[in-house]
């Protein structure tokens, strides 16, 4: 079993405080869960501000 986790930081801009967003999700195996990740790396990159970050590892469980 592989999980896929999502962290999204986002730097203040109006309210002056840091957002922060975890996620995560299973996946039978690592090529299932490496494909995912690549997946949302290329959607966000498409979408991204400079004041956003985000990173998707995959970790054994």
């Known amino acids: ?3 896929l986790i999502v962290v ?3 730097m203040p801009v109006v309210s002056g405080t ?3 967003s975890v996620n995560m999700h299973e ?3 690592e090529n299932t869960c ?3 990740a690549k997946q949302f790396k ?3 990159h498409k979408v991204s501000e400079s ?3 985000a990173r ?3 970790v054994k469980k």
């Open 1 to 3: 079993m592989w999980i």
């Open 8 to 10: 999204i930081t986002a």
């Open 18 to 20: 840091n957002g922060i």
């Open 27 to 29: 996946f039978e195996s």
């Open 34 to 36: 490496q494909i995912a």
């Open 42 to 44: 290329d959607q966000f």
């Open 51 to 53: 004041d956003i970050n």
């Open 56 to 58: 998707a590892i995959c």
